[in-house]
C-alpha cells in the first residue's frame, strides 16, 4: 500500500511542479493565462508558490491531507477559470492544461480520503484542547 500510496502522491506533484517553471519563468502562455484572467504578474506567481507548497505538503507524510486540501483547491479554481474565462483549449493546446487540472483534482481528492484521518485528527486535537 505504500508504493501505491506514493505514485498516487507523485502524480499531482510531477503536475503542479512541472508548471513551476512557466509560472515563475514568465512563458508567454502563462503569461497569457493571467493576463486573461486579470490576474498578471501577481496571480501567476502568487498561484506557483502555493502550488509548490501543495506539492512539499503532499510529499511531507504528517501534511500530506493538507497539500491535498490546498491542491484540490487550487485545481478546482483552475477548472472553474477553464470553464468560464478560458475554454478548455487555451492557445490551441488542445485542452491539455483543463484535462491535467482534472487529473491533479483527482488525485488529490484521493489523496484527501486516503489520508483523511489526517484531517480528523485535526479538529479532535483542537476539541481535546478547548
Not at 487555451?90 to 484521493?110: E, H, M, P, R, S
Request: positive net charge; hydrophobic residues 50%; glycine residues 8%.
Amino acid at each position: 500500500m505504500k508504493t501505491i500510496s506514493w505514485i498516487i502522491k507523485l502524480v499531482p506533484v510531477a503536475i503542479m511542479l512541472q508548471t513551476l517553471y512557466f509560472k515563475f519563468s514568465g512563458a508567454p502562455e502563462s503569461v497569457y493565462i493571467f493576463s486573461k484572467l486579470g490576474m498578471e504578474p501577481c496571480g501567476r506567481i502568487s498561484m506557483g508558490i502555493l502550488e509548490l507548497i501543495a506539492s512539499v505538503f503532499i510529499l511531507i507524510p504528517r501534511t500530506t491531507s493538507y497539500g491535498a486540501l490546498l491542491g484540490l483547491a487550487l485545481m478546482i479554481g483552475a477548472i472553474k477559470c477553464h470553464l468560464t474565462d478560458l475554454g478548455i483549449e487555451v492557445q490551441n493546446d488542445g485542452g491539455k492544461l483543463f484535462y491535467l487540472a482534472i487529473i491533479t483534482a483527482l488525485f488529490c481528492a484521493l489523496l484527501i480520503v486516503i489520508y483523511r484521518r489526517q484531517i480528523f485528527s485535526l479538529f479532535l486535537k483542537s476539541k481535546t484542547n478547548n
